[in-house]
Nanobody, 124 residues
């Protein structure tokens, strides 16, 4: 079992930056590929970014490419999402997710574990 806890959300003006963190429990963090998803009110949960177990491979949703960066520190059991040039349409609850098996990193069904989410609000 893996417990994921997100932090770092908040209110920011358009054009600003935030860094989200996701701390994982357990000693097997480096056996999980990790991802970030987001969900705005009334919308489906959307893929944002993912990283492989080592962090060597990263994947991004089209809407965040060039603005967001995912990274992980396996020594700290933590995955990060650096968000720059934020836009009002980035407003959502952001969820951290982990998956133990090979699968499409952009598909939420591929993930076994989810955090509770952290709210990000971008004002115009």
């Amino acid at each position: 079992q893996v417990r994921l806890v997100e932090s770092g959300g908040g209110l920011v003006q358009a054009g600003g930056s935030l860094r989200l963190s996701c701390a994982a429990s357990g000693r097997t963090f480096n056996t999980y590929a990790m991802g970030w998803f987001r969900q705005a009110p009334g919308k489906e949960r959307e893929f944002v970014a993912a990283t492989s177990r080592s962090g060597a491979n990263t994947y991004y949703g089209e809407s965040v490419k060039g603005r967001f960066t995912i990274s992980r520190d396996n020594a700290k059991n933590t995955v990060y999402l650096q968000m720059n040039s934020l836009k009002p349409e980035d407003t959502a609850v952001y969820y951290c997710a982990g998956r133990a098996v090979v699968g499409d990193p952009s598909t939420k069904g591929a993930y076994n574990y989810w955090g509770q989410g952290t709210q990000v609000t971008v004002s115009s």
